[in-house]
T-cell receptor, first 113, second 110 residues
Framework: DVKVTQSSRYLVKRTGEKVFLECVQD?????MFWYRQDPGLGLRLIYF???????EKGDIPEGYSVSREKKERFSLILESASTNQTSMYLC????????????FGQGTRLTVV | GQNIDQPTEMTATEGAIVQINCTYQ??????LFWYQQHAGEAPTFLSY????GLEEKGRFSSFLSRSKGYSYLLLKELQMKDSASYLC???????????FGSGTQLTVLP
């Protein structure tokens, strides 16, 4: 079974802190994605990557950055956390042949206080 | 830009059939996905359409019309456990971007 693992299930951080959300997949997938999910707004794409060291902005990249130094790991970085970044963050990975769909991690509920 | 629309909520009765519609306008198209998401859990993959027509997988079927920018998910013989949010997502080829709609919350009543 494909496994996508996010480093934390729940996280509480203070405003202004630098926050790292880690995601690891074990199926050698080329594509990896970071989304945030908020009530009424659905899943919104923050950043994605289709290869090591490659990154592309999604629909809402402001206030975030990413790092993909190894194929299996995709990190989301909040440079200076703000309260409007309180959300559920979901990581996903998929094969280059998209027929297989994207597989999601269990999500990280981040609260910024 | 990407725009994906689906109804916010639907209600149906156990044993019935329900159709959840999705319309999309995206720059490029490389496939449409349907996902199921139960409360507090991550989305799970249900189906994939890249060509026009109907794909059937057990109680779930998904239809695509690329010319109309339209898809639907058909759930038959509804069960209580089918109460969940159903997400439509489009893979936009050149951008390699997977964009989701806001989801349709389906409630199955006894």
């Amino acid at each position: 079974d494909v496994k996508v693992t996010q480093s934390s299930r729940y996280l509480v951080k203070r405003t202004g802190e630098k926050v790292f959300l880690e995601c690891v997949q074990d199926m050698d997938h080329e594509n990896m994605f970071w989304y945030r999910q908020d009530p009424g707004l659905g899943l919104r794409l923050i950043y994605f990557s289709y290869d090591v060291k490659m990154k592309e902005k999604g629909d809402i990249p402001e206030g975030y950055s990413v790092s993909r130094e190894k194929k299996e790991r995709f990190s989301l970085i909040l440079e200076s956390a703000s309260t409007n970044q309180t959300s559920m963050y979901l990581c996903a990975s998929s094969l280059e042949s998209r027929q297989g769909g994207a597989f999601f991690g269990q999500g990280t509920r981040l609260t910024v206080v | 830009g990407q725009n994906i629309d689906q109804p916010t909520e639907m209600t149906a009765t156990e044993g019935a059939i329900v159709q959840i519609n999705c319309t999309y306008q995206t720059s490029g198209f490389n496939g449409l996905f349907w996902y199921q998401q139960h409360a507090g859990e991550a989305p799970t993959f249900l189906s994939y359409n890249v060509l026009d027509g109907l794909e059937e997988k057990g109680r779930f079927s998904s239809f695509l019309s690329r010319s109309k920018g339209y898809s639907y998910l058909l759930l038959k013989e509804l069960q209580m456990k089918d109460s969940a949010s159903y997400l439509c997502a489009v893979f936009s080829g050149s951008a390699r971007q997977l964009t989701f709609g806001s989801g349709t919350q389906l409630t199955v009543l006894p």
